[in-house]
């Protein structure tokens, strides 16, 4: 049997109650690297399916924000959790913000498809160490090109769009950067015409490639950078703008499930 697991919002596992069958919660489930707070596992047709709340429970206030998930090893101790459930592949959403105003919102129905990353300001490091499968990874391509052709066609068939070559600056939390950060990053990678800014992502692709597993991230972008644009980032705004893109998500999901 095939198992796939998908690291979003809580909200995906509650609106796929409806999809799988067999749900099951594990609750803070404690590894050798952490506490994993939460996750589910269900099962669709003979596809088993996780479900991995990356912040935990909470659909507004993160239980584990993105500053404590590198504090407490919750990176490592999710990932490690997969790892040992043998998942076959892992999807990753999250949100970013853009440094390009050519990117839509995700209000837009446009989902982001990194091929890419770099290590920005306050980047993170995470390792297995003598756990990993491969230490020193290669990371030419650390998205996987077959997920991110699934990811595609699962956007397309959900009547979305995507933009895929995109560059994802790791910047890790919890706060926002700050306007002179934005100025020196848009400097810094002017030669690349598509990018955006994060604090999630980044530290998952990286432990996934050190135990073999690939990783595909769908993105949305839910403001343009500070200094970008007339309105203050705020974690409000990706909340409310978030809510509008809830149905979209599903269905994506539900199409990657259906057509893996």
């Known amino acids: ?109 446009e989902f982001i498809l990194p091929y890419t990353y770099l290590r920005g300001f306050a980047a993170s490091t995470h390792t297995f160490g003598k756990d990993a499968l491969n230490v020193h990874t290669n990371m030419k391509e650390p998205f996987n090109k077959k997920l991110i052709k699934i990811a595609k066609n699962a956007i397309i068939k959900s009547k979305c769009t995507f933009v895929d070559n995109v560059l994802y600056i790791y910047n890790n939390g919890d706060a926002f950067e700050t306007t002179v950060e934005i100025k020196i990053l848009n400097k810094l990678t002017k030669d690349y015409k598509k990018r955006v800014v994060g604090m999630t992502t980044i530290p998952e692709v990286m432990l996934c490639s050190q135990l073999n597993i690939p990783f595909c991230a769908i993105c949305s972008n839910v403001n343009y950078a500070e200094g970008l644009d007339k309105e203050i980032v705020s974690h409000k705004k990706t909340i409310n703008i978030m809510n509008k893109a809830k149905d979209d998500v599903l269905k994506i999901v539900k199409n990657i499930i259906i057509n893996i």
């Open 1 to 109: 049997m095939k198992t796939i697991a998908f690291i979003a919002g809580s909200g995906l596992a509650q609106v796929l109650n409806k999809l799988l069958t067999n749900i099951k919660k594990i609750e803070n489930k404690k590894n050798k690297y952490g506490l994993v707070i939460s996750y589910y596992i269900g099962q669709y047709n003979n596809t088993k399916i996780i479900i991995l709340p990356r912040h935990g429970d909470s659909l507004n206030i993160p239980v584990r924000s993105p500053a404590q998930l590198v504090l407490e090893k919750g990176y490592e101790a999710n990932i490690w959790e997969l790892y040992k459930l043998k998942v076959d592949c892992v999807f990753g959403f999250s949100v970013v913000g853009s440094l390009d105003k050519s990117l839509k919102l995700i209000n837009k129905h």
